[in-house]
């Protein structure tokens, strides 16, 4: 199993971010993903998750109405799309599967917003 992270990077407060996350391995197509994140001193945290068909999502409070996830089940890819960003949202952002009983991560992708 691999997750690979991109589209990271430092942004403005307000601005956007799209990020994808290409799996390989297993077969993308019958899991649940998940993206969490972990700002510095802080515990990793779930910020979105998306069902195998993607016709469900659910998503941390603080990010409702501002966060995106999605997927593209063709290209083996999960997306999350962050716009209007604030400070807080400054993380380390991670894919994530949960398969045969084990949780696999990717290698995180850095998000910084600051002026």
């Known amino acids: 199993v691999q997750l690979v992270e991109s589209g990271g990077g430092l942004v403005q407060p307000g601005g956007s971010l799209r990020l994808s996350c290409a799996a390989s391995g297993f077969t993308f197509s019958n899991y649940y993903m998940r993206w969490y994140r972990q700002a510095p001193g802080k515990e990793r945290e779930l910020v979105a998750g998306i069902t195998s068909a993607g016709d469900t999502t659910d998503y941390a409070d603080s990010v409702k109405g501002r966060f995106t996830i999605s997927r593209d089940n063709a290209k083996n890819t999960v997306y999350l799309q962050m716009n209007s960003l604030k400070p807080e949202d400054t993380a380390v952002y991670y894919c994530?599967?949960?398969?045969?009983?084990?949780?696999?991560w990717g290698q995180g992708t850095q998000v910084t917003v600051s002026s």
């Open positions: 994530t599967v949960r398969r045969l009983g084990v949780r696999k």
